[in-house]
């Protein structure tokens, strides 16, 4: 992973449930990265709902994505 990458990780089962209730939201209506960007560090299958944390003036921000 290069340094300026923001960190990537898979959530767990219950993480994702968590999310899901907190947005009131499915899988199908999170954004979507496929998995040949070349910003997908490798490891992650098609499926798989990922945590994005960018630090964004100086706070840290969470994005989530689900791969296709």
């Known amino acids: 992973m290069h340094a300026l990458?923001?960190?990537h990780s898979k959530l767990?089962?219950?993480e994702l449930k968590e999310?899901?209730?907190a947005f009131n939201i499915s899988v199908s209506q999170l954004?979507?990265?496929k998995s040949t960007d070349s910003a997908l560090p490798e490891g992650?299958?098609?499926g798989d709902v990922i945590k994005i944390e960018?630090?964004?003036?100086g706070k840290l921000r969470a994005y989530?994505?689900?791969v296709i």
């Open 5 to 7: 990458q923001p960190k």
């Open 12 to 14: 767990k089962l219950d």
């Open 19 to 21: 999310l899901l209730v």
């Open 31 to 33: 954004p979507k990265i």
């Open 44 to 46: 992650f299958q098609r």
């Open 54 to 57: 960018r630090s964004v003036e």
């Open 64 to 66: 989530y994505r689900v």
